[in-house]
């Protein structure tokens, strides 16, 4: 069959085959399908959607484009985490530590950052002297070593993806849920993981705007690892504020020491979200007996600073300096210029932030990117000083600036004030947790 009659059959609402897919898939990488009929098959996907066994399909059919990671040789049920990206989203740098001092196996390929929302890569750069372009069997060394290592992705995993989304990034096909799926997904499996949990966020800092984009897009990678025999299980958590209070790469690794040390109360959203997450893991890699077990093995292991030693034995054996991650180590880490007090112009309430506005005031002092090639200055960024629901006064600092080149500073303040929203009446409680799906 001409590939021309494919996209028709898709944009007449046919369902796809297997071996469809696969030499759809093959033939694109292989240059055979150019890229507009490509395009063309990604707005028929868009507009007419495609069943959960099309998506198993295609993400199998993306993961077998490229290298496949083999960790069958290390111990234990091999756990992953991914975030589907936002502001303040710290979690990798807490959990992973967290459930390897509790007996887990982390072995994590993650991403750099690019525009609103920080890369866990870049995070883990700000640390003199890490190195997270590690070979294979250097990053499964660590692993057997440490119990968990977080490194850059080989660098022919999952070509057709890349391909793919450089497409859907100029076709307007980014949204399309199966083709987010696969992407996120087919990634994750190649990475070799056995067990993997998943963090949809939902709200104006994501991706996924709305509640409703985030539940099918959770239920569908937990139906993809149904289909494809993993273990997949999903959170949709909020991020219409950022996650943590520090944004910005040192800092946000700061926030993550200051967690693994016990100085950040159990209420707060990224101690809660990180808790949640391990607990999924923890269960997943048949770690503890139930789920109130799970949470209290996590809490010890940042009460006993096992965790910490686990992100500090991580970062020495990537060829980091880990004397960077205590409490008094990390204020070298986030020495910059000036520091400036954004501050409350009103008396009132926060009822909801931007969070996707306070990413980008962030990258644009110089901790994230607007282009690939952007030079990132790990010490700058923002550290929220409020939560959304808290009464301010005027003049009461909404958040602290760190700041090494001020030529954007101006904007960066006038975009953190309209970011901000603060109105008379005391708003309602605002979640963390809208769901989790499990096969």
Do not use: W
């Not at 139930?290 to 600073?305: T, V, W």
């Amino acid at each position: 069959m001409r590939f021309v009659d494919l996209i028709e059959k898709k944009a007449d609402g046919g369902i796809l085959s297997k071996e469809e897919i696969t030499d759809m898939v093959n033939g694109f990488v292989a240059g055979d399908i150019p890229d507009y009929q490509m395009s063309a098959m990604m707005m028929a996907i868009l507009q007419k959607d495609m069943t959960d066994q099309e998506i198993a399909d295609l993400t199998m059919a993306m993961m077998h484009s490229g290298d496949v990671v083999d960790l069958s040789d290390l111990p234990g049920i091999k756990l992953d985490k991914h975030s589907t990206g936002g502001v303040g989203d710290t979690t990798t740098l807490v959990v992973a530590p967290l459930v390897a001092a509790c007996g887990g196996t982390v072995a994590k390929m993650s991403g750099r950052g690019l525009g609103h929302t920080g890369g866990t890569l870049d995070k883990l750069e700000s640390i003199p002297g890490t190195c997270i372009e590690q070979p294979l069997e250097a990053f499964k060394d660590i692993v057997r070593k440490n119990g968990v290592a977080v490194v850059g992705q080989t660098g022919n995993l999952v070509p057709a993806d890349k391909k793919m989304y450089a497409l859907r990034d100029v076709t307007a096909t980014v949204r399309s849920i199966p083709l987010i799926a696969s992407s996120i997904m087919s990634k994750k499996l190649a990475s070799g993981a056995d067990a993997i949990v998943l963090d949809v966020k939902t709200g104006s800092g994501a991706f996924m705007r709305t509640k409703e984009e985030a539940f099918r897009l959770a239920k569908t990678m937990v139906n993809i690892g149904a289909l494809l025999h993993r273990q997949v299980r999903a959170l949709v958590t909020d991020m219409d504020q950022p996650l943590g209070n520090a944004v910005g790469n040192a800092l946000e690794v700061q926030e993550a020491v200051q967690l693994l040390s016990g100085q950040i109360p159990e209420t707060d959203p990224l101690y809660e979200v990180c808790i949640l997450l391990g607990v999924q893991m923890l269960m997943m890699g048949k770690l503890a007996d139930s789920e109130e077990d799970a949470r209290n093995k996590l809490k010890a292991a940042i009460a006993d600073g096992s965790g910490l030693k686990k992100l500090q034995g991580m970062i020495t054996l990537e060829g980091g300096d880990a004397s960077y991650l205590t409490v008094e180590g990390m204020k070298k880490l986030v020495t910059v210029k000036q520091k400036v007090d954004v501050k409350a112009s009103r008396d009132g309430y926060i009822h909801g932030m931007q969070a996707e506005e306070i990413g980008t005031a962030a990258q644009m002092l110089g901790a994230g990117r607007a282009k690939k090639d952007d030079i990132i200055d790990p010490a700058v960024g923002l550290v929220m000083k409020v939560r959304c629901g808290a009464q301010v006064k005027k003049g009461d600092t909404l958040c602290t600036l760190y700041v090494n080149d001020g030529k954007n500073l101006a904007e960066v303040e006038r975009m953190l004030q309209d970011a901000i929203h603060i109105a008379p009446q005391k708003p309602e409680p605002f979640k963390m947790v809208y769901g989790v799906f499990t096969d």
